[in-house]
């Protein structure tokens, strides 16, 4: 093999593990805080190159029409005329909206709906409902257009309790308040499998908190760096980095404990059975590490799309910095925590009696 033994960098780590442990604690909350702040965008049209003819139109729209975003209101068709253009006019007084459109702002109850074409009343009419729509001149997925659209909410139920919102803005504003609960919910889901696969491959209750620990700190510290440089991430990134930087590198911490475990048991205290155990895993663990990065990082660098592109990046750049964690702070959590892991787990220093089988003679 071309990588070097890493033995005195295994003789380094394992001599100043306290220093290692004390990184972890001071690396943590930023890291915790950059990850809960990472700037992230909603709309998949950022995403896509700009040079993409849909874009480049939507743009256009955007900017010589003023057409940001548009909501498209449904009622009751039932509802009096004079509700609806009262209804019409408040929801023009909101902050943002440049107009709405309706059947009773332009026709109202003077000219009788005999006289209107049906080909104009079903322009907006049909059905039972009554559709309006309302230009927006804020982008959708921001704070400005949730609030706004909250409004016009509450508005249209003052009048028709079930009046609905729909649009871009309206669409995105859900996906916003599900995706946020349901990325929440895959995560500690994720956390708690991996949690109790650990729990019974060690028979132990602490090894799954000092690994998972230190793989999530790897996770934070990916997930922080967008907040620290001001890049803007895909809203899927948080759930797609998690599962699968949190998946993939597992096996990393489990190889380096399995073997820190078989040193114990060999009768060696903790520094010489980290030591061993390092200079036995490191390799197979960089290895890993860089076939991950390796397969990861191209990806990123050729894709256009941004949304591929950033996802591909951020996967390869958390192979390494899981690789580093795990190389580092997980043998400081374990050196540290030596006694409580001893207490919590069975068989730590000694392997469990095996049964033994034998033949019968044959009299």
């Known amino acids: 093999?071309?990588?070097?033994?890493?033995?005195?960098?295994?003789d380094f780590i394992t001599k100043h593990y306290k220093g290692f442990m004390l990184l972890f604690i001071i690396i943590l909350l930023?890291?915790?805080?950059?990850?809960?702040?990472?700037?992230?965008?909603?709309n998949l049209d950022q995403s896509l190159p700009e040079d993409m003819e849909s874009i480049v139109a939507l743009d256009k729209?955007?900017?010589?029409?003023d057409m940001m975003t548009t909501h498209m209101i449904v009622i009751n068709d039932e509802l009096p005329s004079y509700e609806k253009k009262e209804m019409i006019d408040r929801i023009e007084a909101l902050d943002g909206i440049q107009f709405v459109a309706g059947y009773d702002k332009y026709i109202g109850p003077a000219l009788p709906e005999s006289f209107v074409p049906d080909e104009i009343?079903?322009?907006?009419?049909?059905?039972?409902?009554?559709?309006?729509?309302a230009n927006s001149n804020y982008r959708a997925a921001t704070d400005e257009l949730n609030n706004q659209l909250c409004e016009i909410d509450r508005i249209v139920k003052s009048y028709d309790p079930?009046?609905?919102?729909t649009g871009e803005g309206a669409l995105t504003k859900d996906l916003i308040e599900i995706a946020d609960i349901d990325f929440k919910n895959v995560s500690i889901v994720s956390i708690i499998a991996?949690?109790?696969?650990?729990?019974?491959?060690?028979?132990?209750?602490?090894?799954?908190?000092?690994?998972?620990?230190?793989?999530?700190?790897?996770?934070?510290?990916?997930?922080?760096?967008p907040f620290y440089t001001g890049t803007v991430i895909p809203f899927i990134a948080s759930i797609v980095?998690?599962?699968?930087?949190?998946?993939?590198?597992?096996?990393?911490?489990?190889?380096?404990?399995?073997?820190?475990?078989?040193?114990?048991?060999?009768?060696?205290?903790?520094?010489?059975?980290?030591?061993?155990?390092?200079?036995?895993?490191?390799?197979?663990?960089?290895?890993?590490?860089?076939?991950?990065?390796?397969?990861?990082?191209?990806?990123?660098?050729?894709?256009?799309?941004?949304?591929?592109?950033?996802?591909a990046l951020m996967i390869s750049r958390g192979?390494?910095?899981?690789?580093?964690?795990?190389?580092?702070?997980?043998?400081?959590?374990?050196?540290?925590?030596?006694?409580?892991v001893e207490k919590t787990t069975l068989h730590w220093k000694k392997k469990p009696l095996q049964k033994k089988t034998g033949c019968k003679e044959i009299s």
């Open 1 to 10: 093999t071309i990588l070097p033994e890493f033995t005195k960098t295994a």
């Open 61 to 65: 729209l955007k900017d010589k029409f």
């Open 162 to 165: 079930d009046g609905l919102i």
């Open 319 to 340: 192979a390494l910095i899981s690789m580093v964690v795990i190389i580092t702070v997980l043998p400081a959590l374990l050196m540290v925590f030596e006694k409580t």
């Open 121 to 133: 009343k079903d322009i907006s009419k049909k059905g039972g409902y009554s559709m309006l729509l």
């Open 194 to 225: 991996i949690f109790a696969i650990i729990m019974l491959v060690f028979y132990s209750l602490s090894v799954p908190i000092l690994l998972v620990a230190s793989i999530e700190l790897a996770i934070f510290i990916n997930m922080a760096i």
């Open 241 to 311: 980095i998690g599962c699968i930087q949190l998946g993939a590198t597992v096996d990393y911490a489990i190889l380096l404990a399995t073997r820190y475990r078989e040193e114990i048991r060999n009768g060696y205290e903790k520094h010489e059975a980290m030591k061993i155990a390092l200079e036995g895993s490191i390799n197979s663990i960089v290895t890993s590490g860089l076939t991950f990065f390796a397969a990861t990082v191209g990806v990123g660098v050729i894709a256009d799309m941004d949304l591929i592109s950033a996802l």
């Open 30 to 42: 930023p890291a915790v805080y950059g990850k809960a702040n990472a700037p992230v965008y909603y």
